[in-house]
């Protein structure tokens, strides 16, 4: 019973940001400020997301958003299962010291790299082009690392046994090893998809002069620049902005948790 | 590797075109071509360089007005682009003043720069020793530009060793608001509003007694550094310094630096 009550008040804790967000969204911008601040909006204006979709060109954002998450995601988890599955499977030289390196890349901080990547990219011609955006976070170290713990779960006998059955690696990756580790890419998948849909230094950097490649993150900063005082517009963009992410959250609960708990445990 | 694109005296008929708004930035020319350092002589910023540029000559104006301003700059754009054909003004909006800058800085490295750019103030230094610009005094030389209509403290601000190193763009300027019906219920005057710091202060402490709230600040450098600049209190000289007296450290009975406020 303890447990419920002390949930649900962590619950209301965390969620009341966000539910005063989607209440101020839909109130006249001269209520907002009232004090007391008011709970729930008698009188909705549905007409600040409107203007958020319309003013602030959230289609055209979300849509860059959506196909750079989307390259990214899948470009991680590309290279991540193939990285992983070397490491846990086969045996070449300098094996572990290369490991190491991949490791090492974690703890290097983004903005580190962010002066040389930038003009790497812009001398490749990718500047203001979704290659820009999103070749530089086609692999990663913690990826590498996640799938590599996922497969070395899978019990020797196993290989073992498709081995005896003429099963070459490739084989042997499609058809036993993807589909007993797919818990794992679910929270891989999940754990790249916050990380490339909530990138804003980079796009910000990359990005040009039109709104070719400008992702929603950055669409957002500018729809609060523009509309400064009508915080109800503000915060209409941010939402229609969040509910993507909310609808990964409800569908892949299980997996985030196993993501972001992943380093913890062994 | 650096682009070349040479844009010139096309900025200076924008700023003559252009008037004064109120918001807090200043604009400086700025070309990504090596041969920066400060050139006033008025040599690359001339009418026959215009003449000698093909044209339309296309100008990317990164800027970050909000509201009413950005639209205000996006009519005077169009009433510029569409009154003459040798240069077009693209106006690129950015996030907000901070995130210009630090775009600018990224653009350094790979020579992906604007035309002409809208910074804050506190960046002007930081774009002077970016050696990338090239100052608006050499468009004023070079149009033999006459800045007579502009404030001279507008223009003082960017002027850094004699040279005018931005034209003053949209500047703001903080303002007081008071409320009359507290004044009243605190027994102030509202039609005399206090119109020094010192007094600014008292009436403060008189509306707070009297339960009617006080003042509220807002934390910014750029508020403290304006309303300081108003009272001439910006820079410490000796003089100053010594008319002030004693400052006491921040504490919750006297607010600091405003004890001499005239």
Not at chain 1, 2 to 20: E, S
Not at chain 1, 63 to 90: D, E, K, M, W
Not at chain 1, 115 to 140: D, E, H, Q, R
Not at chain 2, 27 to 40: E, F, K, Q, Y
Request: aromatic share 10%.
């Amino acid at each position: 019973m303890l447990r419920y009550i002390l949930l649900t008040l962590g619950a209301i804790v965390v969620l009341f940001p966000l539910y005063m967000a989607v209440v101020n969204s839909l109130l006249p911008p001269s209520e907002i400020a009232q004090q007391p601040p008011p709970l729930f909006p008698f009188n909705p204006q549905w007409g600040s997301y409107q203007k958020a979709w319309t003013e602030g060109n959230l289609s055209i954002y979300l849509r860059n958003s959506a196909i750079q998450t989307t390259v990214i995601v899948a470009g991680q988890l590309i290279t991540s299962i193939l990285a992983a599955y070397a490491f846990a499977f086969l045996e070449f030289p300098f094996k572990r010291t290369l490991f190491f390196v991949f490791l090492m890349t974690l703890m290097i901080p983004f903005e580190v790299t962010i002066a040389t990547n930038l003009s790497t990219v812009s001398s490749l011609g990718w500047f203001n082009t979704f290659p820009g955006l999103t070749i530089p976070f086609l692999a990663t170290g913690f990826g590498t690392f996640l799938l590599r713990q996922a497969f070395l779960q899978i019990p020797r006998d196993l290989r073992e046994a498709a081995q005896l059955d003429g099963y070459g690696h490739l084989r042997f990756l499609w058809a036993v090893a993807i589909p007993l580790v797919r818990p794992a890419l679910a929270a891989l998948s999940v754990f790249s998809f916050l990380g490339a849909w909530n990138q804003y230094l980079w796009p910000l950097l990359v990005t040009g002069n039109d709104n070719q490649v400008r992702t929603v993150q950055i669409g957002l900063k500018r729809l609060i620049n523009t509309q400064l005082d009508q915080i109800n517009v503000s915060l209409a963009g941010t939402i229609i902005a969040v509910i993507p992410l909310l609808i990964l959250l409800v569908v892949f609960q299980k997996q985030l948790v196993r993501s972001l708990t992943s380093g913890a445990v062994k | 590797m650096r682009n070349h694109r040479f844009r010139f005296a096309a900025a200076m008929s924008l700023g003559a075109a252009a008037l004064l708004m109120t918001a807090c930035s200043s604009s400086g020319s700025s070309s990504s071509s090596t041969t920066t350092a400060s050139t006033t002589t008025g040599t690359t910023c001339t009418p026959s360089a215009l003449d000698k540029a093909t044209s339309p000559v296309n100008i990317n104006f990164w800027e970050s007005m909000p509201r009413a301003n950005g639209e205000t700059l996006q009519k005077l754009t169009d009433s510029f682009n569409s009154s003459q054909t040798k240069v077009h003004v693209n106006l690129v909006v950015q996030t907000s003043y901070a995130d210009t800058w630090q775009k600018y800085q990224a653009g350094l490295t790979n020579g992906q720069l604007p035309d002409v750019v809208q910074l804050q103030d506190t960046d002007t230094q930081g774009a002077i020793d970016s050696q990338s610009i090239l100052p608006a005094q050499d468009c004023i030389t070079g149009f033999h530009y006459s800045v007579g209509d502009l404030l001279p403290r507008a223009l003082s601000y960017w002027n850094v060793d004699k040279v005018q190193v931005a034209m003053p763009f949209a500047v703001s300027g903080p303002v007081l608001y008071f409320n009359k019906l507290a004044f009243q219920k605190a027994g102030l005057d509202p039609t005399k509003p206090p119109t020094t710091l010192k007094e600014l202060v008292a009436d403060a402490k008189k509306l707070k007694s009297a339960g009617q709230g006080g003042m509220g600040l807002k934390l910014d450098p750029w508020y403290l550094e304006s309303e300081l600049a108003t009272a001439n209190q910006l820079s410490s000289t000796t003089a100053t310094d010594a008319a002030r007296g004693p400052v006491p450290p921040c504490s919750t009975t006297q607010p600091a630096h405003r004890s001499s406020g005239t």
